[in-house]
């Protein structure tokens, strides 16, 4: 079980290795590459609206919640309405890729995603398109 805050899943999702700091650039990795491997798609990730296991080593964090904590207030509101995810729901990657499917199309992150550092890598946009394309 690994304890996910709802943007944290279009996170994992676009993921190629930027991040805050070192430490949590690996942490961060380490998760993805646990999803993405062997068995990943039956991981249970476990939505919570407070500091999660991504947040672990970022600098920003503090306690339980974040510096930035208004903008991502509105970052996961956001994400927890258009994927449906309630506070303390656990559903599996499996589960959660095929909600971003239904309902995340491209072109999407520009307001979903809005006021993230790396919206404009298209990174994300990128592995939307792919995790689209892979389901025709
Ligand atoms: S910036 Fe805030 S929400 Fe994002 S990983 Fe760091 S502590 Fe978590």
Redesign the pocket.
């Known amino acids: 079980m690994i304890r996910f ?1 709802p ?2 899943f279009l996170c994992a999702l676009g993921f190629q290795g930027k991040g ?1 700091s070192d430490k ?1 650039t690996a942490n961060m990795a380490e998760i993805v590459d646990r999803l993405r491997g062997p068995g990943g798609e039956n991981v249970m990730l476990h939505v919570t609206h407070q ?2 296991a ?2 672990g080593p ?5 306690g339980v ?5 208004t903008q ?1 207030t509105g970052l996961d509101n956001r994400h927890a309405t258009i994927l449906g995810l309630s506070d303390g729901e656990c559903l599996t990657w499996n589960e959660a890729q095929a909600r971003i499917r239904a309902q995340v199309m491209p072109g999407d992150l520009t307001s979903l995603c809005a006021g993230c550092a790396w919206l404009d890598l298209g990174l994300c946009e990128d592995a939307l398109a792919r995790l689209h394309a892979d389901s025709t």
């Open positions: 805050r943007h944290h805050y949590f500091a999660d991504i947040c970022c600098p920003h964090k503090r919640g974040c510096v930035k904590d991502i």
